[in-house]
């Protein structure tokens, strides 16, 4: 055997080509981002609109330019995140030796669709801050209609969180069910994912509820990524 061979056979029996240990990992990181990314969001809101009296409108607007790129990297780091989360675990499922069904087909893409939710929401934040929404200003130049447009984009903004939370809620019931029985959670998470996904559900069924369903998702990402860090660390 020459070295080559021997060094290729070493990385083969090694802890980290371990497909498994690598995805863990994956998962982990990548549902950790992405609570910590839409935690920062409320803070940076914060920060950025102290100053802020009586609505958005074009004044604020314009005289805060940067805050549409900030708040759409928050968003696009929600939804990288929860793309290498989802889809880490989804490999995870694909490692036991059961076939794969088309309930579990159709939930992994509605958890893709999720986290790609959070990217047009980025889109959206961002929007009034291109060299369209310049012109906000002079076809609306009264406050008054100003505030109803932003108020507006906010619903529309809200319209594309709510793909997240279909698609992240059926996710986590799959993951709770399928996932369980292929090995990727234990059920103490599989409980945590089914409480998260009613939580999600209850947000749409009653109205003008708080976006209290977004953060039960997350907070699964969270509770989820750290179990998964746990777990590749003692595969090690």
């Given at each position: 055997?020459?070295?080559?061979?021997?060094?290729?056979?070493?990385?083969?029996?090694?802890?980290?080509s371990d497909p498994r240990r690598r995805l863990l990992r994956t998962a982990g990181f990548g549902g950790i981002g992405a609570a910590v990314a839409w935690f920062l969001q409320p803070v940076l809101?914060?920060?950025a609109s102290a100053d802020l009296v009586d609505g958005v409108d074009f004044a604020f607007v314009s005289s805060h330019p940067f805050n549409g790129i900030a708040e759409a990297a928050i968003f696009v780091a929600v939804g990288v995140g929860l793309l290498y989360f989802v889809t880490a675990v989804g490999?995870?499922?694909?490692?036991?030796d059961a076939p794969t069904s088309t309930t579990a087909a159709v939930s992994q893409t509605l958890g893709v669709t999720a986290a790609l939710g959070w990217i047009l929401v980025a889109g959206l934040s961002v929007a009034p801050y291109t060299s369209v929404g310049l012109f906000l200003g002079e076809v609306a130049p009264d406050r008054a209609t100003q505030l109803g447009l932003y108020q507006l984009l906010s619903v529309v903004l809200a319209s594309a969180i709510m793909i997240y939370v279909v698609g992240f809620a059926w996710w986590l019931v799959a993951l709770a069910t399928i996932g369980r029985r292929r090995g990727v959670v234990g059920v103490p998470l599989a409980i945590v994912a089914f409480l998260a996904a009613a939580a999600m559900v209850a947000q749409l069924l009653v109205p003008f509820a708080p976006p209290w369903g977004t953060l039960?998702?997350?907070?699964?990402?969270?509770?989820?990524?750290?179990?998964?860090?746990?777990?590749?660390?003692?595969a090690a």
């Amino acid at each position: 055997m020459t070295r080559t061979d021997r060094s290729a056979a070493a990385l083969d029996a090694s802890p980290a080509s371990d497909p498994r240990r690598r995805l863990l990992r994956t998962a982990g990181f990548g549902g950790i981002g992405a609570a910590v990314a839409w935690f920062l969001q409320p803070v940076l809101v914060s920060i950025a609109s102290a100053d802020l009296v009586d609505g958005v409108d074009f004044a604020f607007v314009s005289s805060h330019p940067f805050n549409g790129i900030a708040e759409a990297a928050i968003f696009v780091a929600v939804g990288v995140g929860l793309l290498y989360f989802v889809t880490a675990v989804g490999r995870l499922a694909r490692l036991s030796d059961a076939p794969t069904s088309t309930t579990a087909a159709v939930s992994q893409t509605l958890g893709v669709t999720a986290a790609l939710g959070w990217i047009l929401v980025a889109g959206l934040s961002v929007a009034p801050y291109t060299s369209v929404g310049l012109f906000l200003g002079e076809v609306a130049p009264d406050r008054a209609t100003q505030l109803g447009l932003y108020q507006l984009l906010s619903v529309v903004l809200a319209s594309a969180i709510m793909i997240y939370v279909v698609g992240f809620a059926w996710w986590l019931v799959a993951l709770a069910t399928i996932g369980r029985r292929r090995g990727v959670v234990g059920v103490p998470l599989a409980i945590v994912a089914f409480l998260a996904a009613a939580a999600m559900v209850a947000q749409l069924l009653v109205p003008f509820a708080p976006p209290w369903g977004t953060l039960a998702g997350l907070g699964f990402a969270l509770t989820a990524g750290i179990a998964f860090l746990v777990k590749a660390k003692r595969a090690a």
